[in-house]
């Protein structure tokens, strides 16, 4: 499969199961649209009669485009055949029952009371309630019991909020430290926060033990203070962006994401963006609300066409700021073209309900944070284990291939089929597919893949 598109002044060519990429001219990009459904000399005769008023477009020409062409097609390199889909459904089996990482829900709970909560304020449709230090550290045990050989385990300190649960972090923390030498085992943390609580305590203990920290900033105070509001109604911008700044220069500008939720009220997005720039942050992440299409903060259809046109200027923006010697990192256009996931992630997918799970303050597992709360799919808990082998059978056998709808789609390579939670809330099934999140995870990946195109012919000049 072979994906066309133009894009920055630049005619790209990407195929789609060898992954490789060609930035190409406008002939050559003419000749390859044709190759499929034509002979070479029907293409040479098509072109000829197209570019009749340019004398630098000779038939010889043509002639040799089209067999640089059936010359990548030979290596490999263009029009390569999917030989993936047999093997699809064994990449998981091979890992058996291992799991590498937990969510641990440390607080069903939150202090603020954002109406775009997919987390309904960090309750999950159910009670509230913070995460025991026995619970947690059962589930820690847990993990490095059903971990294999696997060395790094991945925890992330979720909720709610989970600094309303501090304490019980720290300790569960300080627990999995010393369990890493007798297990040979090394755990990396990540802590998600709203930044309402943090402090000095907060800052100097994240710097110490979590490897990555996520912070919740939806950009301009106006857009934030909108959504991101507390129990009073009050917004909470000019309370947290202060200690967002210190806990960053804190980390050394490192390590951190700050990660935003545009809406209906911001299609916009760039504007937000931009604000977090000016604000010193550098490492960001904006990511297109998903809830039911009639939910106030839905994007609709225009809402989509205006972020289809940002993704394009932001692309735009961080080209120039790089050349500027002022770079910063766009979490969806981190784009590895060489070194890059190998092929089992790209057709298996994110882990959920397999390798990767999450915990409810009261030991229940479940696929991954956005399914807790959804009985159906609740797949056991921490003290006796998966007991609901068929789900996570269902779970184990999903993936790029799995999903009708992602057959003819060239970036099913790149999403894995996406997200398997969005694919339920949406159509009620882990098999069906986000449509609105597809079409804007495609325009992000020509964004990204644009970007490299960009650099590299900036490297070469």
């Known amino acids: 499969m072979v994906h066309q598109y133009q894009l920055g002044g630049y005619h790209i060519v990407l195929d789609t199961c060898s992954g490789a990429i060609h930035v190409v001219d406008e002939v050559a990009y003419d000749v390859i649209a044709l190759y499929p459904d034509h002979t070479p000399d029907e293409i040479a005769a098509a072109l000829m009669e197209k570019y009749a008023a340019r004398p630098d477009v000779t038939e010889a020409d043509l002639r040799g485009c089209i067999a640089d062409v059936e010359a990548l097609k030979a290596e490999g390199k263009l029009f390569t055949e999917d030989t993936f889909e047999d093997m699809a459904g064994t990449f998981k089996e091979r890992s058996g029952d291992v799991v590498k990482a937990l969510c641990l829900h440390v607080a069903h709970t939150c202090n603020l009371n954002c109406s775009y909560c997919f987390a309904s304020q960090g309750k999950?449709?159910?009670?509230?309630?913070?995460?025991?230090?026995?619970?947690?550290?059962?589930?820690?045990?847990?993990?490095?019991?059903?971990?294999?050989?696997?060395?790094?385990?991945?925890?992330?300190?979720?909720?709610?909020?989970?600094?309303?649960?501090?304490?019980?972090?720290?300790?569960?923390?300080?627990?999995?430290?010393?369990?890493?030498?007798?297990?040979?085992?090394?755990?990396?943390?990540?802590?998600?926060?709203?930044?309402?609580?943090i402090d000095d305590d907060v800052i100097d203990f994240s710097n110490r033990e979590m490897s990555n920290v996520v912070l919740s900033l939806d950009g301009r105070k106006e857009i934030h203070d909108r959504l991101r509001v507390d129990y009073a109604g009050n917004g909470s911008w000019e309370r947290i962006v202060p200690k967002f700044q210190k806990l960053v220069a804190a980390r050394g500008g490192k390590n951190y994401y700050m990660r935003g939720t545009f809406t209906h009220a911001n299609p916009d997005f760039l504007k937000d963006i931009q604000?977090?720039?000016?604000?010193?942050?550098?490492?960001?992440?904006?990511?297109?609300?998903?809830?039911?299409?009639?939910?106030?903060?839905?994007?609709?259809?225009?809402?989509?066409?205006?972020?289809?046109?940002?993704?394009?200027?932001?692309?735009?923006?961080?080209?120039?700021?790089?050349?500027?010697?002022?770079?910063?990192?766009?979490?969806?256009?981190?784009?590895?073209?060489?070194?890059?996931?190998?092929?089992?992630?790209?057709?298996?997918?994110?882990?959920?309900?397999?390798?990767?799970?999450?915990?409810?303050?009261?030991?229940?597992?479940?696929?991954?944070?956005?399914?807790?709360?959804?009985e159906r799919y609740k797949l056991g808990d921490v003290w006796n284990g998966v007991t609901a082998a068929a789900l996570r059978e269902e779970f184990r056998s999903c993936n790029a291939y799995a999903r009708p709808?992602?057959?003819?789609?060239?970036?099913?390579?790149?999403?894995?089929?996406?997200?398997?939670?969005?694919?339920?809330?949406?159509?009620?099934?882990?098999?069906?597919?986000y449509e609105p999140g597809c079409e804007l995870f495609r325009k992000r990946i020509e964004c990204a893949i644009m970007m490299k195109a960009a650099e590299a012919a900036e490297a070469e000049n």
Request: charged share 20%.
């Open 124 to 197: 999950y449709h159910g009670d509230r309630a913070l995460m025991s230090f026995e619970v947690g550290k059962q589930a820690l045990d847990f993990l490095i019991a059903h971990s294999g050989s696997r060395t790094n385990l991945e925890v992330d300190f979720f909720g709610g909020e989970p600094l309303m649960n501090w304490d019980v972090v720290k300790q569960l923390v300080a627990y999995a430290r010393t369990q890493e030498q007798p297990h040979h085992k090394k755990f990396r943390f990540t802590l998600t926060t709203n930044g309402m609580l």
């Open 275 to 374: 604000c977090m720039l000016d604000l010193g942050f550098t490492e960001l992440s904006m990511e297109p609300v998903v809830c039911k299409a009639d939910d106030p903060a839905a994007l609709t259809e225009a809402d989509r066409k205006i972020v289809m046109e940002q993704y394009e200027e932001l692309a735009g923006l961080m080209l120039a700021r790089e050349k500027e010697g002022k770079p910063f990192t766009f979490y969806h256009y981190m784009l590895d073209l060489t070194g890059g996931p190998c092929i089992y992630k790209r057709i298996s997918g994110c882990g959920s309900g397999t390798e990767y799970m999450a915990v409810t303050p009261w030991g229940d597992l479940y696929p991954c944070h956005q399914f807790v709360g959804e």
């Open 405 to 433: 709808a992602c057959a003819d789609c060239w970036a099913k390579l790149y999403c894995s089929g996406g997200c398997a939670a969005n694919a339920y809330h949406a159509t009620g099934s882990i098999r069906g597919v």
